[in-house]
């Protein structure tokens, strides 16, 4: 029997997620802190470590700029200009993040 894969599931809405809340934060950079609680409080279980690997993964699909990771104890990200594409579906979104259907 095939389940569903919960946690994946999870990672990727938890991708989507991010991306909305960077773009509503544009074009300013958003501070982990504020994306950490804009999802804990849409009910997605997530720690700041788990935020952090998700905010790597976008980085290195060149969805989002981090700034502070090496240099700072507090991260904060801004979408790319192909964050922006995804967010607005102007581009077709690739397997690993959880974008829902466009709504004509």
């Given at each position: 029997?095939?389940?569903?894969d919960?946690?994946?599931?999870?990672?990727?809405?938890?991708?989507?997620?991010?991306?909305?809340?960077?773009?509503a934060?544009?074009?300013?950079?958003?501070?982990?802190?504020?994306?950490?609680q804009?999802?804990?409080?849409?009910?997605?279980?997530?720690?700041?470590?788990?935020?952090?690997?998700?905010?790597?993964?976008?980085?290195?699909?060149?969805?989002?700029?981090?700034?502070?990771?090496?240099?700072?104890?507090?991260?904060?990200a801004?979408?790319?200009?192909?964050g922006v594409?995804?967010?607005?579906?102007?581009?077709?979104?690739?397997?690993?993040?959880?974008?829902?259907?466009?709504?004509?």
């Open positions: 029997m095939h389940g569903i919960l946690e994946k599931a999870q990672r990727e809405k938890t991708r989507w997620r991010i991306l909305k809340v960077l773009d934060g544009r074009p300013a950079p958003v501070a982990e802190d504020l994306i950490l804009v999802l804990q409080d849409t009910a997605l279980p997530i720690t700041l470590a788990a935020l952090r690997r998700e905010l790597d993964y976008l980085e290195d699909r060149k969805l989002v700029i981090l700034h502070g990771r090496r240099t700072s104890p507090v991260w904060s801004e979408l790319t200009h192909y594409d995804i967010v607005e579906y102007t581009v077709e979104c690739f397997p690993g993040i959880a974008r829902p259907p466009k709504w004509d």
